[in-house]
């Protein structure tokens, strides 16, 4: 049978030699195409039952803000009961509230309050089992492939945009809307399954198990406070997702009113910076070295905002593609480059709550910034908003680059050594 030798193709063949992270990724690959469906099968749900974009948006976020709410409180219990486990019970009870959607779909049950109050209840469950599913990575394939193993799961996420909502808009157009949300229940099970066949054990915090989960919580926190390379690295995911990440939301508006290119143009916008997103992930897969990623992350920090401020000033098609694709690369090096990073600093005792903190921040942070970045486009137009935040950023970053540069050691040296 074919086995991944440690030296083949690199840092991700040094990752997939491990069983266990071999069975994390094909459960992996196929649930960023469940998740992709839920996304439109949702979406489409939403516009059946109201016709109205205002819903739209409003689903989106009830079913993203629970996310954001639980995601320190579920660190602190996956640090407390087990990564593998949290993911697998969670992950498992979270398909089956997805499956109630798609079956409601299906049967011509569902309702606007149903359906809002369901996506709830499966942002919550998320919201606990992908925190302690990212917690894992590092525990299966070791520090030293942790660039590599994170690089391949943000690659096949960027594959997943592309095959995901296609696949979907088949079950979609053929099934009904129902269907493309019972993928997601499919995918979850697979999922959890995978982790069920996993034999790695993290061994359970025993610190304070008598202090309650809202002193490990806090404990959390004052960890990530005390230590300067995590405040600076999580200070860069803010920032990016905060400040140039919600660049797609107004990819629509830029599409139709400032290059006049509608539903196609949108497309090939997409794609471009999926594309460009795709290539740098791949770049970094084969590298799998964390030394240097703070020489990458802060080229990207930079690069991200003059290329997204390009964009906002051009008005030729063609150019705005190609910029838009580096701008898609530079981000994609600055948000997987600093979560490398963080993995690759976490005490094993703190790595459920740290990572919970931090995908708190990677999913909030774009949707706060969506709503300040469509609020300025609002009352001065696409492009100066565009061009605004992306001036912000780039001063962040510039002011950034003294202090990596005195931490850069600490960020990509392996603290257990």
């Keep these: 049978m074919f086995s991944f030798q440690p030296g083949m193709f690199g840092g991700v063949g040094r990752a997939l030699s491990s069983r266990d992270y071999r069975l994390y990724a094909c459960g992996h690959i196929a649930h960023v195409h469940g998740w992709w469906g839920n996304k439109l099968g949702l979406g489409w749900l939403t516009w059946q039952l109201t016709e109205s974009a205002g819903w739209l948006g409003i689903v989106a976020f009830a079913g993203m803000i629970p996310v954001m ?21 969670v992950g498992t009870v979270g398909s089956l509230i997805s499956g109630s959607i798609g079956i409601l779909a299906v049967t011509g049950h569902i309702n606007l309050t149903l359906l809002i109050s369901l996506a709830v209840l499966q942002g919550l469950f998320f919201g606990v089992e992908f925190p302690a599913r990212q917690s894992l990575i590092a525990q ?136 460009g997103a795709l290539v740098f ?31 906002a000033a051009t008005t030729e098609f063609v150019i705005a593609v190609a910029v838009l694709g580096f701008a898609a690369m530079m981000l994609i090096a600055t948000h997987v480059c600093s979560y490398s990073l963080v993995q690759n600093l976490i005490d094993p005792a703190m790595r459920g709550r740290v990572i919970a903190i931090n ?47 005195r931490h850069a050691a600490d960020m990509e040296t392996d603290p257990t050594n």
């Design 140 to 275: 299966l394939v070791g520090r030293e492939n942790i660039s590599a193993a994170i690089a391949f799961n943000s690659t096949v996420f960027q594959v997943g945009a592309f095959v995901g909502p296609v696949l979907a808009g088949v079950m979609i157009s053929t099934l009904g809307a129902g269907s493309a949300v019972l993928l997601f229940l499919g995918t979850s099970a697979w999922m959890a399954f995978m982790m069920f066949l996993i034999r790695h054990r993290n061994p359970l915090s025993t610190e304070r198990r008598d202090a309650g989960l809202l002193s490990d919580i806090m404990d959390g926190f004052r960890y990530i406070a005390g230590n300067t390379s995590l405040r600076l690295l999580f200070l860069m995911s803010f920032t990016s997702g905060f400040l140039l990440r919600p660049y797609i939301d107004l990819l629509p508006g830029f599409s139709a009113e400032i290059f006049r290119r509608g539903a196609e143009g949108l497309a090939t916008l997409n794609a471009a910076a999926g594309l």
């Design 359 to 405: 995908a708190a921040i990677s999913i909030g942070s774009p949707a706060l910034g969506a709503l300040m970045m469509g609020s300025l486009a609002e009352l001065v137009g696409l492009r100066p908003a565009l061009a605004t935040t992306a001036a912000l950023a780039l001063l962040v970053a510039i002011g950034m680059i003294p202090a990596v540069r």
């Design 281 to 311: 992930g791949v770049f970094l897969i084969f590298r799998g070295r964390t030394k240097g990623l703070t020489r990458y992350m802060m080229t990207g920090a930079c690069c991200a905002p003059v290329s997204l401020a390009l964009f």
């Design 69 to 89: 709410l639980v995601a320190p409180f579920a660190g602190a219990l996956s640090d407390r009961y087990g990564h593998r486990n949290c993911a697998m019970i």
